[in-house]
C-alpha cells in the first residue's frame, strides 16, 4: 500500500457532495486528513458521510453557494477558524446543465452564470488559500476541469471554454507560487459514471430525439477502454497530487479518461 503521508492535512473541497469531489473527500478521509466539504445542499451533504463510519470530528460539512464572494469568505473561513491553516485545496464545481449546448441558443447570462458559477469561483478560492499557503511554505491546489478543456465539443461548448482557462489560468498561477513549495495541478475527467454523467445522458438524449441507454452505449464505444470511468479513479490522481510524492510536479494538466483524448499536447 502507498503511504502518501497526509495525515492531519487540512484539506477543503469545493464541491464535495457527489461524484469526483465525494470520492475525493473519502479518500483524503482515509488517509486521515481533516476535511471541510462545501456544496449547496446541506440535507444530501450530512446524508452522505453520516451513514459511513469513520472519525467524525475529521469531517466538516458546509452548506455555502461558493458562486458568492460570501460564499467562498464563509469556506475560507470556517477552515482557518478550526484548523489554523489550510494545506490542501480541491476545486471540483460543476457546470448549470442549462449552457451545455451551442444550440441551446445560451445567453448573456447563461455565459456570465457558468463563468461566476465555476471559472471565477475557481479564481477566488484560489485567490484566497494561496496566501495562507505561502505563509506556511507548502500547499496544493488541484483545479479539476475536464477533457474539453483541450478538445472543444459543441454539445460542451461552456465546459470547454472555461475548463481551457482553469487549464491557463493553474499553468500561469504555478509558475509564481512553486517557490513556495505550491503546487498547483489540472484534473481533466474524461466520461465518469457519476449522478451528473447521467443528467447530461438524459439531457442530449431529450435534445437529439435518442433513447438515452443507445447513447450511452454509443459515447463507450469511443472510449478506447470501452468503460466510463470511476469517480475513485480520479480521486486516486487528486489524492496523490495532493502528496509529497508528486512535490516535483506542478502547472501540468493529467487527463484521466480512458484514453478518448486525441490531444498529446
Known sequence: MVEFNLKEKVVLIAGGSSGIGFAAAMQFIEEGCNVVIAARDQIKLNSLFKTRKFNQSSVHVLSVDLGTQKGIED?????????KKIDILVNTLPLPFSTYSINNNISQVDWETALQDKLLSYIALMSSVLPLM?????GRIINVAGITSKEPSCNLITSGVINAAIVNLTKSFSQVYSVFNIC????????VATER?????????????????????????????????RPDEIANLIVFLASDKAGYITGTSISVDGGVSKSTG
Open 134 to 138: 505561502k505563509k506556511n511554505n507548502w
Open 197 to 229: 454523467f447521467d443528467h447530461f445522458i438524459e439531457q442530449q438524449a431529450r435534445a437529439h430525439h435518442q433513447n438515452k441507454y443507445d447513447l450511452q452505449t454509443s459515447i463507450i464505444q469511443t472510449i478506447p477502454a470501452r468503460r466510463l470511468g
Open 75 to 83: 469556506f475560507i473561513e470556517y477552515g482557518t477558524s478550526n484548523f
Open 184 to 191: 498547483i495541478n489540472v484534473v481533466n475527467p474524461g466520461f
